[in-house]
């Protein structure tokens, strides 16, 4: 039985931030060294999607204008209230960890392939978008997973059983179990927190680019990214199944298979090298260990 | 499909005593060593300094990537495409990543 909507967008108030211990220890060491650059600081928090999205919304609730930098972010609000935020940000449940971190993986690897996607496209755009807001757009496009699992974890479950059996999309199946899809929670929840409208519209309408009217590139950008990642292998757990790409969206950004080979080879040296990285250093750090699916 | 015998690796997993198995070159075509090569500690920082950050190795000397594993990555991608095999373009799409999967191995 599904939930009525009003009773759902009720739920996201109480949604504050959340992320693995791991990383909120080593946020909180790198913090308290005063000496560490808010560069790395911000690079720690950018590969994080919950902690990302409530900095992001705590800044723009006080600036006159939209905020999509993180580092913009951090410096509007200065590093005392970043700390906070964190110090305040509650530990994933043990029993989410697993689904939890193919979210964060995916989310990672889609503010990856979405600056990578810009950058091929970047004459062909008419609007220009820097590194930081087309990283955050990838980043957060799916946070209605993460707030699925989170706070329906029953109806995310029951979701997950029926994609076994029924060749239905998960959003599908989610909205018949819960009474909103996935990018439906992730756009209450972005409403709710107040992040800036171009956000808003790639959480919103990246499974369906043209349901857009505004920031259609950005949008678009961020549908071809998602599923050119969730080819690669980098998905949300169970919800695995490949979608198709919206072809007239291609046609708009003019890219065509031969783009993707490059950008596929350029994309997983990428990730190889973060996996690597994170993976060397992971034990020092205390950073997100990134697990290919 | 079988696996090709040999690893493509980045050049900070690579150990001294590793024979290359392609050349290692720059961008603009030149080559910096040759096929067959056996890598030393001083090659590999040569190389780093020199901006190279993957070689091909022969045999496949870091764990990880076998057979089995190769066969699973590659059921999974065909699960992955399993509801979009009625659209050409997602068919193409599946054969650019196969083709990624092996390249890397």
Same mark, same amino acid.
């Given at each position: 039985?599904?939930?009525?909507?009003?009773?759902?967008?009720?739920?996201?108030?109480?949604?504050?931030?959340?992320?693995?211990?791991?990383?909120?220890?080593?946020?909180?060491?790198?913090?308290?060294?005063?000496?560490?650059?808010?560069?790395?600081?911000?690079?720690?928090?950018?590969?994080?999607?919950?902690?990302?999205?409530?900095?992001?919304?705590?800044?723009?609730?006080?600036?006159?204008?939209?905020?999509?930098?993180?580092?913009?972010?951090?410096?509007?609000?200065?590093?005392?209230?970043? %700390?906070?935020?964190?110090?305040?940000?509650?530990?994933?449940?043990?029993?989410? *960890?697993?689904?939890?971190?193919?979210?964060?993986?995916?989310?990672?690897?889609?503010?990856?392939?979405?600056?990578?996607?810009?950058?091929?496209?970047?004459? *062909?755009?008419?609007?220009?978008?820097?590194?930081?807001?087309?990283?955050?757009?990838?980043?957060?496009?799916?946070?209605?997973?993460?707030?699925?699992?989170?706070?329906?974890?029953?109806?995310?479950?029951?979701?997950?059983?029926?994609?076994?059996?029924?060749?239905?999309?998960?959003?599908?199946?989610?909205?018949?179990?819960?009474?909103?899809?996935?990018?439906?929670?992730?756009?209450?929840?972005?409403?709710?927190?107040?992040?800036?409208?171009?956000?808003?519209?790639?959480?919103?309408?990246?499974?369906?680019?043209?349901?857009?009217?505004?920031?259609?590139?950005?949008?678009?950008?961020?549908?071809?990214? *998602?599923?050119?990642?969730?080819?690669?292998?980098? %998905?949300?757990?169970?919800?695995?199944?490949?979608?198709?790409?919206?072809?007239?969206?291609?046609?708009?950004?003019?890219?065509?298979?031969?783009?993707?080979?490059?950008?596929?080879?350029?994309?997983?040296?990428?990730?190889?090298?973060?996996?690597?990285?994170?993976?060397?250093?992971?034990?020092?750090?205390?950073?997100?260990?990134?697990? *290919?699916? | 499909?079988?696996?090709?015998?040999?690893?493509?690796? #980045?050049?900070?997993?690579?150990?001294?005593?590793?024979? @290359?198995?392609?050349?290692? !070159? @720059?961008?603009?075509? /030149?080559? #910096?060593? !040759?096929?067959?090569?056996? #890598?030393?500690? &001083?090659? &590999?920082? $040569?190389?780093?300094?020199?901006?190279?950050?993957? /070689?091909?190795?022969?045999?496949?000397? @870091?764990?990880?990537?076998?057979?089995?594993?190769?066969?699973?990555? &590659? $059921?999974? #991608?065909?699960?992955?495409?399993?509801?979009?095999?009625? /659209?050409?373009?997602?068919?193409?799409?599946?054969? @650019? /990543?196969?083709? !990624?999967?092996?390249? $890397?191995?």
């Amino acid at each position: 039985m599904s939930i009525p909507l009003a009773t759902i967008a009720a739920r996201m108030v109480s949604v504050t931030g959340a992320s693995f211990p791991r990383s909120l220890d080593k946020l909180d060491r790198l913090i308290n060294q005063q000496t560490v650059p808010t560069q790395v600081v911000a690079a720690v928090l950018g590969t994080d999607p919950m902690l990302s999205a409530q900095i992001l919304a705590e800044a723009n609730a006080t600036s006159t204008s939209d905020i999509t930098q993180l580092s913009a972010a951090m410096l509007h609000m200065g590093l005392g209230s970043v %700390h906070g935020l964190v110090r305040a940000a509650t530990p994933v449940p043990e029993e989410h *960890r697993k689904a939890l971190m193919a979210c964060w993986t995916q989310a990672g690897a889609c503010s990856t392939m979405t600056q990578l996607l810009a950058s091929a496209c970047s004459s *062909r755009l008419q609007a220009h978008y820097d590194d930081e807001t087309l990283q955050a757009a990838g980043l957060l496009h799916d946070i209605g997973t993460i707030i699925a699992i989170l706070q329906f974890p029953d109806e995310y479950q029951r979701a997950c059983t029926r994609l076994e059996q029924e060749l239905v999309p998960f959003p599908t199946l989610l909205k018949e179990e819960l009474g909103a899809d996935t990018a439906q929670l992730g756009a209450l929840l972005a409403q709710t927190w107040r992040l800036p409208p171009l956000l808003i519209s790639c959480i919103r309408h990246h499974a369906q680019p043209r349901g857009t009217d505004s920031f259609r590139e950005v949008v678009s950008l961020v549908h071809v990214a *998602r599923i050119l990642v969730r080819a690669c292998g980098f %998905h949300c757990e169970r919800d695995r199944f490949v979608e198709c790409l919206d072809e007239d969206v291609l046609r708009q950004l003019d890219l065509h298979l031969y783009d993707f080979e490059r950008l596929i080879e350029q994309f997983l040296d990428q990730m190889e090298e973060r996996e690597l990285y994170e993976g060397l250093v992971g034990g020092k750090t205390g950073l997100n260990p990134i697990i *290919r699916q | 499909m079988a696996p090709p015998n040999e690893q493509r690796i #980045l050049l900070s997993q690579a150990t001294a005593g590793m024979i @290359l198995s392609r050349p290692v !070159a @720059l961008p603009n075509k /030149v080559v #910096l060593c !040759a096929r067959g090569l056996e #890598l030393s500690d &001083i090659m &590999i920082i $040569r190389l780093m300094s020199r901006g190279i950050k993957r /070689v091909y190795v022969q045999g496949n000397p @870091l764990p990880g990537i076998g057979h089995d594993a190769f066969e699973e990555s &590659i $059921r999974k #991608l065909h699960e992955r495409f399993s509801r979009v095999t009625h /659209v050409p373009l997602m068919l193409s799409l599946a054969q @650019l /990543v196969e083709k !990624a999967i092996v390249r $890397r191995l």
